[in-house]
């Protein structure tokens, strides 16, 4: 199953709100995970189930969808959030990952 | 605490073998599977793949079959990735991640702090 993230980079201010989607190449239910990664770092876990948020993570983020079409969406960005964002579909082995999302200043 | 630790930085020469490891502590290590995820310099996230430490229960990733070997040994809570015949395009930084329940097909909620390997003649 192949994951397309779009847009692939974006910028954005503190406060702003920011949506970033993930397009299936096939119906995965709402077998989907999100992921943070700063650069020299882990990535980390922000929602799975396509719209649990993981626990300690703020609630300004928030993920919808379900089958072929998913969003994550930031409320009010903060400084903190400039990462790079990932999909991952949990429905078919291989587990793959989306193409990643980078949310600059 | 829950934490995964990684063996060191790797320099290589293409064609030399290569075993880096990821240590479990703070939960039952055989009770959760464990997942290898590529990160190649300034790309994307790769699934390689998962085993399964109790009885090295295995799912690869069909991009990384016959390249890598998973491993564990549950004695001393680590899992193993293993190349025989490292090449130029396995320069990258490897994790290892812990979903979060016992379903293989689960989120990494548990990672390593990644291991850089780098290989060049």
């Known amino acids: 199953i192949q994951l397309t993230q779009s847009p692939s980079s974006l910028s954005a201010s503190v406060g702003d709100r920011v949506t970033i989607t993930c397009r299936a190449s096939?119906?995965?239910?709402?077998?989907l995970a999100w992921y943070q990664q700063k650069p020299g770092k882990a990535p980390k876990l922000l929602i799975y189930?396509?719209?649990t948020l993981q626990s300690g993570v703020p609630s300004r983020f928030s993920g919808s969808g379900s089958g072929t079409d998913f969003t994550l969406t930031i409320n009010s960005l903060q400084s903190e959030d400039f990462a790079t964002y990932y999909c991952?579909?949990?429905?078919?082995?291989?587990?793959?990952f989306g193409g990643g999302t980078k949310v600059e200043i | 605490e829950v934490q995964l630790v990684q063996s060191g930085a790797e320099v290589k020469k293409p064609g030399e073998s290569l075993k880096i490891s990821c240590k479990g502590s703070?939960?039952?290590?055989?009770?959760?599977?464990i997942g290898w995820v590529r990160q190649m310099p300034g790309k994307g996230l790769e699934w390689m793949g998962i085993?399964?430490?109790?009885?090295?229960?295995?799912r690869k990733s069909p991009s990384f079959q016959g390249h890598v070997t998973f491993s564990a040994d549950k004695s001393i809570s680590t899992a193993f990735l293993q190349w025989r015949s490292l090449k130029a395009s396995d320069t990258a930084m490897y994790f290892c991640?812990?979903?979060?329940?016992?379903?293989?097909?689960?989120?990494?909620?548990?990672w390593g702090q990644g291991t850089m390997v780098t290989v060049s003649s």
């Open positions: 085993i399964y430490p109790d009885d090295s229960d295995t």
């Open positions: 703070g939960y039952r290590f055989t009770s959760y599977w």
């Open positions: 096939q119906g995965i239910s709402s077998y």
């Open positions: 991952q579909q949990l429905n078919t082995y291989p587990l793959t």
């Open positions: 991640a812990r979903p979060r329940s016992v379903y293989p097909d689960d989120a990494f909620e548990i």
């Open positions: 189930g396509a719209s």
